[in-house]
Structure formats: C-alpha cells, structure tokens
C-alpha cells in the first residue's frame, strides 16, 4: 500500500494568525481569555487552547464586563462588535483578513445603494458575520434553484460577494445562474475566493485521479474540508472525512493500494501524522510518499493589541 500526501493541507495564513493570536493573548493578558465562537472549526485546536486558559463563548453577553474577547477567524458582525462596546470588553480581532476584505466590500455595496447576493452556506459563522454587515440589503443563495427563486428591488442594482471557504469550482454554477439571470450583476472578482481553499482543492484532484481512496482530516463543521471530500467525490474516488486517527475504518483500506491524505485548513499537522501512523498499524510496511511543501506565499500579521 502507497500513501501519499497532498500538498498544500492543513493550516493556511488565517488560520496560523488566529491560534497566534489567542497563544499570545494569554501570555500577555493572562487566563481566562474569552474568544468569540471557535477561533477555527477544529475541536482539537480548540481543546488545546481550553486547556491553556481560553473560554468559548458565542455571545459577548457570556463575557465579564473589561475581559478580553477574541472574535473568531470566521469574523462576526456589527451588531456583535457593538454588544462587546457596551461591555467595555478588550476586543482582539482575529478576523481572517481575506473575510475582513468581504465585510468591507459589503458596506462599500450597501452605501452605493446595491442589493447583495451573497453565494454560501446558510448557518456557517462566516456567513452570519458578512451578511450582517448589511443585513437589511443581502439575500442568501446556496444552488442556482436559490437564484431562480430570488426576488430583488432593482436588477439593474446588484451585487454579489462569497464565502471565502468556498472555491472557485463550488461557486461557478451559483455565479453562472446570477448572471444570466441578472446580467448587469457585480460578480466578485476571482481573488475574493481564499486562496487556501483552492489551492487544497486543486491538489485534491491531482491526485484523485490515480488514488483508490481519499482521507481527508478535519471538522464536520469546517466548510473547507466537507469540500475537499466532495471534489474528490466527483472526481469518481471514495473519500471519507475524519477528524482524527481513531475514525479511519479498516475496512475502508480493503482492496485499496494507494491513498491520498489531505486536511482542511484549520486542521494541525499532527493530526495528519497520527492518521498515517494508524493507517501502518493497519498496513505494516506501507509507504509514504511525501512531495516538497508548498510555499502558498501569505503571512498576515498580528493585530495592533498584540505586535
């Protein structure tokens, strides 16, 4: 049996900066530090940082009043920002800067007295968080039946942002269908997509082609890594989702001579390590292969509070 690793996986920028954020926090302003949902969809991340002195909570209203709060990489909306104002609470953004982008692309609609479509998925944190930037003027579309059945003031007065953790593949229909429907739309541009969600997509189905089957290591409530199970879905391989080592079935390896491994991105490496120590306890003698990594060309730093 022949493993061999996709890359890029695991961690993207946003997600690095997000952990930092809440590691330096509590160095600096000591525990309890509060954050504002999970800082990022994986519950060994978050476990960690529980351990360490974070509490996780999904109102501000859960904060004592002068804490420090840390709102999540996910981002969260105006009417939150706010609540935490009104309890004097130390806020630490640690907005994805690729998210931040949206929400300002958002308001600069909504001032320019545009409706907005926004293409994701209903009840994801992200979602919530950008819609809420004008949440009296944007519509939720999942599928191109969404698009169809959308009723809007003015057609000639639209605009359209995305999910980050969507792809440029998972929107393509979506975007397809507003603009024949809509045609003097303002689609988004191709870079509002994360980059992150691309790229690991786009290694998913390199190496589908010649795989009997797909790990994919990550959260049932991570957006991205659902994703990466789909494309390989489509690209006619079995995939699975796990969330670590413990979930892989041995039954699944029957028959099976070659494995891709992929990871979502906000989930560690060494969950990604342990799932191949487990698949040679299953498969003595396998062998891994391991390509160069992938430098994906993205740092964002620190917020103000904590540089």
């Known amino acids: 049996m022949q493993v061999i690793l996709a890359e890029p996986r695991g961690f993207c920028a946003g997600v690095d900066r997000a952990i930092a954020i809440v590691e330096q926090a509590l160095e600096r302003f000591g525990k309890p530090v509060y954050v504002r949902h999970e800082i990022v969809h994986n519950r060994h991340v978050v476990e960690g940082l529980h351990r360490r002195g974070a509490i996780f909570v999904e109102h501000p209203a859960e904060v004592p009043e002068g804490a420090v709060l840390v709102f999540s990489a996910h981002g969260v909306s105006p009417a939150v920002v706010a609540a935490a104002g009104a309890r004097n609470l130390q806020v630490i953004d640690a907005t994805c800067p690729l998210v931040t982008k949206v929400h300002k692309q958002t308001r600069r609609f909504a001032r320019q007295d545009n409706e907005i479509v926004m293409v994701g998925h209903a009840g994801h944190v992200e979602v919530e968080g950008t819609m809420g930037q004008a949440p009296e003027r944007t519509h939720l579309v999942e599928t191109p039946e969404d698009v169809e059945r959308l009723e809007v003031a003015d057609a000639e007065r639209l605009a359209c942002v995305t999910q980050t953790t969507l792809s440029v593949d998972d929107t393509h229909d979506v975007l397809s269908a507003l603009q024949r429907r809509f045609p003097a739309i303002h689609l988004p541009k191709r ?6 969600t691309q790229n690991r997509q786009d290694a998913v189905k390199q190496l589908a082609e010649g795989t009997d089957l797909v790990l994919v290591v990550g959260s049932l409530a991570s957006s991205n890594s659902n994703r990466l199970v ?6 006619g391989v079995t995939a699975h989702l796990v969330q670590d080592a413990s979930e892989i079935e041995p039954g699944w390896l029957k028959g099976v001579q070659r494995i891709a491994v992929s990871a979502g991105a906000s989930t560690p490496e060494e969950l990604i390590q342990k799932v191949l120590e487990r698949l040679g306890e299953f498969a003595p003698g396998i062998e891994i292969e391991r390509p160069p990594a992938v430098d994906e ?9 904590l540089r």
Do not use: N, S
């Not at 060309?297 to 509070?305: C, D, K, R, S």
């Open 191 to 196: 870079d509002d997509i994360c980059y992150a």
């Open 297 to 305: 060309g993205m740092v964002f730093p620190l917020p103000p509070p």
């Open 230 to 235: 789909e494309v390989a879905v489509k690209c």
